[in-house]
């Protein structure tokens, strides 16, 4: 069972301050975002997998998932990848520019449903983004789960995000292992794709792991095969997508994937529930 979202008012655009804006990789940042005028912490609640509606005055709206809490300063933070015209406005508004927020939406991560089991989260690129509330999550009841690990790749090793979140995590007790596309002078890791790295991971108890997966979608589809092609049964993977979203609660149809609307049924959604189509070219 899938654990279902807050209530929210889906069409309320909250005002937002940028209070902090951090460079992670070319064209990614981290923005620290609060509620303009203050804000309880209920209010800002979600859970991890979710994703808010970003508004930029004059330019569109867009899907960001949430990055992380940051509680102490009532606040959030998304990462976001300079695409089109709404990113690049948002990169322009800086620190103290205010945008229009709706949310949080989607489906979350499945944590709860998770617990007492081994958990594999595998990202490539910037879809470490909506994993890294979960591997927070995940951190802090350490003692509910089994087995944690990373998976982690990405085009090359300045494309890496969070580099020091790894060593916390680390300490948390995941097996971080990371890979990359392309090398670059002083790397001294892995140069490969992210599924091969379910080789360094042995002696899976397959029946008690469960795979939470984000990336591209070619990444998704051949991470979820390797993690089959363990013995990982299609039930205990779990995967998020993507498609081009308008009103962010079912009602537009912009995000559909075959019978699912992905801002309603997902983003994260059972893989053996999208993996039909997925293999649908164009889809
Ligand atoms: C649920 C969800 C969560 C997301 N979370 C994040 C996040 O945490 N960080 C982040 O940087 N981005 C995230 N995205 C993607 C983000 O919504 C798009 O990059 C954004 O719409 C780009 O807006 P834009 O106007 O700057 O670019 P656009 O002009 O809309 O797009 C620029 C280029 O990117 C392509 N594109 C746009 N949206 C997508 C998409 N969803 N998937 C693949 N290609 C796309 C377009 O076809 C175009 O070629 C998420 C998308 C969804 C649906
Ligand atoms: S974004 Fe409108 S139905 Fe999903």
Known sequence: MTPSAPFVDPWQIHPVQ?????PESEGVTTYRLRYCGGGGKAD????PGQFNMLYVPGAGEMAISMSGEDRQAEGWLHTVRLAGVVTHAMSR???GGVLGMRGPFGKPWPLDNAQGCDVIVVAGGIGLAPLRPALQQLSAQRSAYGRLA???GARTP????YRNDY???QDAGWQVELTVDRHEPGWTGRVGVVPQLFDRLRGLNTGRTVVFICGPEVMILFAARAALARGIPPQQIWVSLERHMQCGVGMCGHCQLGPLLL???GPVVRYDHAERW????GL
Do not use: H, K, P
């Open 278 to 281: 997925l293999q649908v070219e």
């Open 93 to 95: 508004l800086g620190v």
């Open 44 to 47: 800002y609640a979600f859970q």
């Open 167 to 169: 060593a916390t995590w």
């Open 150 to 152: 990373l998976l982690y």
């Open 158 to 161: 300045s494309g890496l995000l």
């Open 18 to 22: 940028i209070v902090e804006a951090v």
């Open 263 to 265: 801002c309603r049924d």
